[in-house]
Nanobody
């Protein structure tokens, strides 16, 4: 099991930036894959980005590529989502997720550990 605690959401104007953090607690990190997802009202949960704890395997959704960056700090047991050039359509609850294994997957059901979510609101 992995405990995940997100922080860093808030209200920002279009074009602004936010950095989300996800602190993880686990017995082992070497095989952990972290993911960021988001869910807007009335919509399905959507994949945003993923990174393996080793740092060698990352993938960013086309909808945010070039604006969002995923990273992790192994010393702090924390994954990050740096969001630049935010748009009103980025407004959603953002969730951190984790699963064990090297396989790169963008499917929410493949992740069995979830944080509580943090609200990101982008005003126009």
């Amino acid at each position: 099991q992995v405990q995940l605690v997100e922080s860093g959401g808030g209200l920002v104007q279009a074009g602004g930036s936010l950095k989300l953090s996800c602190e993880a607690s686990a017995r082992t990190f070497s095989t952990l894959r972290m993911g960021w997802f988001r869910q807007a009202p009335g919509k399905e949960r959507e994949f945003v980005a993923t990174i393996h704890w080793s740092g060698v395997s990352t993938y960013i959704a086309d909808s945010v590529k070039g604006r969002f960056t995923i990273s992790r700090d192994t010393a702090k047991n924390t994954a990050y989502l740096q969001m630049n050039g935010l748009k009103p359509e980025d407004t959603a609850v953002y969730y951190c997720a984790a699963r064990f294994g090297m396989v790169l997957t963008t499917t929410p059901h493949a992740y069995d550990n979830w944080g509580q979510g943090t609200q990101v609101t982008v005003s126009s």
